[in-house]
């Protein structure tokens, strides 16, 4: 149990578009969500903490206009990034937190982001 | 600012040896200690947790803490080169409450060689 998908495993956009990426708990009500990003051989680095139906909590750092979230549901949580840059280029990783172990955050298996 | 330290490697072993993981963290508040394991290009996949000073065992790994000291540890006995892979320290920061944000290392990069 406690399996956690993601839509689209691999997207290449060009510059100025916008991207949504889905994050599903498929097994299990999913209370809070997090998202995350990493760049090569880089740590992961928290975006966003988000709710069911309240705002997401972004980090320091991060620019809340410019990555959308979305958590309409305790199965479903979206990204969306808007007028995408190059820089924006990374490997985008959700969690979900609410599985069968409280604590544990069970993570998605990710969406690489080209934008060229 | 909470810290959570790992040396980067890469940390090297021959098979069948015993590779070991550390880990400092900042918060003494802290309260979960997670291990990750990441393959290249993947996303990271729990091996282990702890939340009680002294050593949890999980068939081939087992996990150390030390809360005065403010380390944690994970110890990979008989390794296989299958384990070669990025081992992330996660820990969680927060006491109480129901968002359990985890503060990730940077990761060590272990290789296994047959």
């Known amino acids: 149990g406690a399996v956690v998908s993601q839509h689209p495993s691999r997207v290449i956009c060009k510059s100025g578009t916008s991207v949504k990426i889905e994050c599903r708990s498929l097994d299990f009500q999913a209370t809070t969500m997090f998202w995350y990003r990493q760049f090569p051989k880089q740590s992961l680095m928290l975006m966003a903490t988000?709710?069911?139906?309240?705002?997401?909590?972004?980090e320091q750092g991060v620019e809340k206009d410019k990555f959308l979230i979305n958590h309409a549901s305790l199965t479903l949580s979206t990204l969306t990034v808007t007028s995408a840059h190059p820089e924006d280029s990374s490997f985008y990783i959700c969690s979900a937190q609410g599985g069968p172990i409280a604590y544990e955050q069970y993570f998605g298996p990710g969406t690489r982001l080209t934008v060229t | 600012q909470k810290e959570v330290e790992q040396n980067s490697g890469p940390l090297s072993v021959p098979e069948g040896a015993i590779a070991s993981l550390n880990c400092t963290y900042s918060?003494?508040?802290?309260?979960?200690f997670f291990w990750y394991r990441q393959y290249s290009g993947k996303s990271p996949e729990l091996i282990m947790f702890?939340?009680?000073?002294g050593d949890k065992e999980d068939g081939r790994f087992t996990a150390q803490l030390n809360k005065a000291s403010q380390y944690v540890s994970l110890l990979i006995r008989d390794s296989q080169p299958s384990d070669s892979a990025t081992y992330l320290c996660a820990v969680n920061g927060q006491s109480g409450g129901s968002n359990y944000k985890l503060t990730f290392g940077k990761g060590t990069l272990l290789t296994v060689n047959p």
């Open positions: 918060d003494r508040g802290s309260q979960s």
């Open positions: 988000s709710n069911e139906g309240s705002k997401a909590t972004y």
């Open positions: 702890i939340y009680s000073n």
